[in-house]
């Protein structure tokens, strides 16, 4: 059961997943502290008010910090923009090459007439736009018109 639980610690995945939490804990950090004390006094210089973070309204009796809300999104929205432009952008696009790589070449389903050069089916044994009869056996056309 060890070997079990030291095999699955030490996956990739797992391990990844770990680094990945530690990072968007400090990232998430500086962003707080961006916000906090950077944006929001912008913003509470724009509505002069000194502290827009404490900013508060009361509805009978009960003070609810909007303030705080607001920082609250506006962290919420700058750690979403650079998640979904820095992460997930360059993800979508490293997936979407390696498909188009992967993807094995369709073998032809589909031959020209060397007469009109219309598409015909690799099986056709004459042409429907022109009649001219082809020779399947060696892939190639007989000159007979019919």
Do not use: W
Request: net charge positive; with cysteine; aromatic share 12%.
């Amino acid at each position: 059961m060890l070997k079990d639980f030291k095999k699955f610690i030490l996956r990739g995945n797992v391990v990844d997943l770990a680094v990945a939490v530690v990072i968007g804990a400090a990232f998430s950090a500086i962003v707080q502290s961006l916000v906090k004390d950077f944006i929001t006094p912008l913003i509470g210089a724009l509505y002069s008010q000194t502290k827009f973070g404490e900013a508060f309204f009361t509805f009978r009796g009960s003070h609810f910090l909007y303030g705080d809300f607001i920082n609250a999104v506006i962290n919420f929205l700058i750690v979403a923009a650079i998640v979904f432009f820095l992460v997930v952008t360059p993800v979508n696009k490293l997936v979407a090459l390696s498909k188009r790589k992967d993807e094995p070449t369709a073998e032809p389903t589909t031959k020209k007439c060397p007469e009109c050069l219309s598409e015909v089916p690799l099986a056709a044994k004459r042409c429907a736009f022109c009649t001219v009869v082809f020779d399947n056996t060696a892939h190639k056309t007989k000159q007979r018109r019919v």
